[in-house]
């Protein structure tokens, strides 16, 4: 059965999008399709851990601020690991913060461990201060521990693949733990190893959009950016720049953040560790501001034109004709691989 839209939604839509109206007709649109009492608190979200079923927007602005600003300045870290890797992430909150950057974004894994909540003695707390005095945002992964030590003991469920969000002022206002545990070994990297860290930690559970000042971001880490439900869904909840932060050989794909973009309508910026590469910052499929092409410690930043972003996101046909009551087979269980028992693999 259909649902009727709303004699205010009619209305919108009615009128021509132009001018400040777009701004307010887009954030009208966001409200409408979260209903009601979408935003909770950074106090809560430290609290609970994570957002409420239902809940996708952590707010941690005021007044809607976040919609009148028209562009950002955002830079990305790519850190080698090892002893060094904090005095690098420190010069580059610095460069960041001088430059007059308002985020920056470092790779998965960095930080090390930290405790849940950060704790003043965790290392971590060096990112929290330098926010603070550069008063810019910081997005650094680590691995988040529930107990103390859980991580090296390597106990089950009690540690987890976490994003820090840091504000300005230095507090940590959100957090994303990875979803989808990369494990197993070459060619395929399935099925996977029982014992490997990622296999056993706790993986998250929601896809949390962030206001920040400026606008709505969300994350995602490492392998799950190779699957198209997260970035799509982070899209859908209102995120309009995507962090997507690595921590792997090779180089992140173009190919991938290219694809997330331009069927999303999202800006992406992304990172990785010193011994990878492609590091990068996009506001478009067609149009990438800064890119890394090479291994060890690299400082990029960008400008994202945050104006046309939301004329485009406004605008786009591919959210005004999407229709989920037909893509349900997403949400459901599919043993594809069954079809291929006994096939052998080639390289076996």
């Excluded at 205010?8 to 307010?24: H, P, T, V, W, Y």
């Excluded at 979260?34 to 851990?49: M, V």
């Excluded at 209102?238 to 999202?266: C, F, M, P």
């Amino acid at each position: 059965m259909k649902k009727s839209i709303s004699p205010a939604l009619q209305k919108f839509f009615n009128q021509k999008l132009s001018g400040s109206g777009l701004i307010s007709g887009l954030a009208f649109l966001i409200v409408c399709a979260l209903g009601p009492g979408c935003s909770q608190t950074a106090d809560n979200l430290q609290d609970k851990g994570s957002v409420e079923p239902g809940k996708f927007i952590v707010s941690t602005s005021q007044d809607q601020q976040w919609l009148k600003k028209d562009k950002v300045k955002i830079a990305a870290g790519q850190v080698n690991r090892g002893e060094n890797a904090y005095p690098v992430m420190l010069e580059y909150i610095d460069r960041a913060g001088a430059e007059g950057c308002d985020m920056i974004v470092l790779p998965e894994y960095i930080a090390g461990t930290f405790s849940s909540p950060v704790k003043e003695t965790d290392p971590v707390y060096q990112i929290v201060e330098a926010a603070r005095k550069n008063n810019i945002y910081v997005i650094v992964g680590g691995w988040e521990e529930f107990e103390p030590g859980a991580m090296e003991a390597k106990k089950e469920g009690a540690f987890a693949n976490t994003a820090l969000l840091i504000d300005r002022e230095g507090k940590v206002v959100g957090k994303y733990s990875k979803m989808h545990e990369a494990v197993g070994q070459a060619p395929h990297w399935w099925p996977p190893i029982e014992d490997q860290s990622e296999w056993i930690m706790k993986s998250g559970d929601a896809f949390p959009v962030f206001e920040l000042d400026f606008g709505r971001i969300g994350i995602m880490i490492c392998y799950d950016g190779y699957f198209p439900e997260p970035a799509h869904i982070l899209s859908l909840h209102g995120a309009e720049i995507v962090a997507w932060i690595n921590a792997r050989q090779g180089s992140v794909e173009k190919h991938l953040v290219q694809s997330d973009i331009q069927r999303n309508y999202i800006a992406m910026v992304c990172t990785n560790l010193g011994q990878g590469a492609g590091t990068m910052i996009a506001s478009s499929s067609h149009q990438i501001q800064a890119y890394v092409d090479s291994t060890g410690n690299h400082y990029i930043s960008g400008e994202i034109d945050l104006k046309d972003l939301r004329i485009r996101r406004a605008n786009s046909r591919v959210h005004h004709q999407r229709k989920p009551e037909l893509y349900g087979s997403i949400t459901q269980s599919h043993d594809i691989w069954k079809v291929y028992d006994g096939l052998v693999d080639a390289d076996q």
